[in-house]
Nanobody, 124 residues
């Protein structure tokens, strides 16, 4: 049973940056991928990025051009990060961390474990 706890959200001005953290505990996750999703008010939860734990291979929803997020992992500390830059008001959402056994899985149903989320609000 994996336990995921997100942190690092908050209120930030447009153009700013944030680094979200997801601390994982409670089991062996070498065979898992950890992903970030986000859910804006009134919208469905959407995939942002994922990273395969054993080799830290990343995969992003957005292509490299114009991408504003970077996912990374500190395996020794069991933390996955999501760095978001050039924040826009439309980035306002609850950001969730999730763990699943499939590396590239864009559908939330493919993930077994979820954190409670951290709120990111982008506003001046």
């Amino acid at each position: 049973q994996l336990h995921l706890v997100e942190s690092g959200g908050g209120l930030v001005q447009p153009g700013g940056s944030l680094r979200l953290s997801c601390r994982a505990s409670g089991g062996t996750f070498s065979n898992y991928a950890l992903a970030w999703f986000r859910q804006a008010p009134g919208k469905e939860r959407e995939f942002v990025a994922t990273i395969r734990w054993r080799d830290r291979a990343p995969y992003y929803r957005d292509s490299a051009k114009g991408r504003r997020v970077t996912i990374s992992a500190d395996n020794s500390a069991n933390i996955v990060y999501l760095q978001i830059s050039s924040l826009k008001p439309e980035d306002t959402a609850v950001y969730y961390c999730a763990a699943g056994r499939t590396f590239v899985a864009l559908a939330s149903e493919r993930y077994e474990f979820w954190g409670r989320g951290t709120q990111v609000t982008v506003s001046s």
